[in-house]
């Protein structure tokens, strides 16, 4: 499933919800740029730390951090979501292999 910002975490059961009655998920395509200045952009967009959480209410198997590193967003440096990612997935004590994200211009198959 493609997961959007912050429809999916505007409230705390909402993931929860999804996970219960669509998921598990196979992949799942999550945002997890553009969040810098947050009391700016919390109310658009997910970082990286809501991201996990959302990779976890939703049950996903696989999931692939998108909307980050082509453009400045936010205020972010345009390599920040991909380490911050690392960080928060180490944070919460989830397999990394379980959210990747891709170097730029990698494609694969699944």
């Not at 493609?2 to 196979?26: C, E, M, R």
């Not at 109310?43 to 209410?57: L, M, S």
Request: hydrophobic content about 35%; aromatic content about 10%.
């Amino acid at each position: 499933g493609i997961i959007a910002d912050k429809a999916v975490v505007s409230t705390q059961s909402t993931g929860n919800q999804i996970g219960h009655h669509l998921g598990p998920f196979d992949l799942s395509l999550i945002p997890i740029g553009a969040y810098k200045p947050r009391q700016y952009l919390r109310c658009q967009h997910v970082d990286p730390n809501e991201a996990v959480k959302v990779h976890q209410e939703v049950g996903s198997k696989l999931s692939l951090g998108i909307h980050w590193g082509t453009f400045q967003l936010g205020y972010e440096h345009y390599m920040a979501p991909k380490l911050d990612l690392a960080a928060a997935l180490e944070e919460a004590g989830v397999d990394p292999a379980t959210f990747i994200t891709f170097k730029h211009g990698q494609t694969e198959e699944f």
